[in-house]
């Protein structure tokens, strides 16, 4: 299955910490996403890493991919409360259908 | 503001009773699509839309209909809704397949 998977499935974490999300998935991809949401809302993109690349930035968040081990961390530094959400990963393989993983729940503690 | 518009928000309904979820976007984007969201199963894929008049099934399309006639619209249709399609749905849409979604709000969804 192309569907990515995230690890860990749930986090809490204190306000100013770090929060690593992994994810990994099974065939070869084109792209691979990170998406947000919060409480059953629709979800937020945050950031896009290509299968030639192996590191992106956006703010506060660093993703990195290793294609040899099919897999794609997520790294949020200096926590904030309003960081507390479900997050998603999400894989385009060769036809470029998207896959969502299940999700991995996100508490970060004032 | 670029945005995806779905509605209604909530929705509840009884058994065989025919529904329409619209969805709006004025991204001008080709590709649209349509998940459900049910706990411990993730987002699943309904039905997508490479462009106007060009549809085909995701991963889950039993029990639905779509169109699309115009660009901009992309409505998901329940001909005769049942309790197993409680659920959250979400319109999403992008320029390319496979690129960044955008997102609408969602349509929580009760079949009774």
């Known amino acids: 299955s192309q569907q990515g998977e995230e690890d860990p499935q749930a986090l809490s974490i204190q306000e100013g910490e770090n929060a690593t999300m992994n994810c990994s998935y099974k065939?070869?991809?084109?792209?691979l996403q990170w998406y947000r949401q919060n409480s059953g809302r629709g979800l937020v993109h945050l950031i896009l890493?290509?299968?030639?690349?192996r590191e992106k930035h956006s703010g506060r968040l660093r993703v990195t991919l290793d294609t040899s081990k099919k897999s794609s961390s997520l790294l949020i530094t200096a926590s904030r409360a309003a960081d507390t959400a479900s997050y998603f990963c999400?894989?385009?393989?060769?036809?470029?259908?998207?896959?969502f993983g299940k999700g991995n729940q996100v508490v970060v503690i004032p | 503001e670029a945005q995806v518009t779905q509605n209604p928000r909530y929705l509840i309904t009884v058994t065989g009773k025919k529904l329409t979820v619209t969805c709006s976007q004025n991204?001008?984007?080709?590709?649209m699509s349509w998940y459900r969201q049910d706990p411990g199963l993730g987002l699943r894929q309904i039905y997508y839309?490479?462009?106007?008049?060009?549809?085909d099934k995701g991963d889950v399309p039993e029990g639905y209909k779509v169109s699309r006639k115009e660009k901009r619209n992309f409505p998901l249709i329940l001909e005769s809704p049942s309790p197993n399609q409680t659920s959250l749905y979400f319109c999403?849409?992008?320029?390319?397949?496979?690129?960044?979604?955008?997102f609408g709000s969602g349509t929580q969804l009760s079949v009774l």
């Open positions: 999403a849409s992008s320029q390319v397949r496979g690129e960044k979604l955008f």
């Open positions: 065939t070869s991809i084109n792209n």
């Open positions: 890493i290509r299968s030639n690349e």
């Open positions: 999400a894989t385009a393989g060769g036809n470029n259908r998207l896959a």
């Open positions: 991204m001008n984007h080709e590709y």
């Open positions: 839309s490479m462009n106007v008049e060009v549809t």
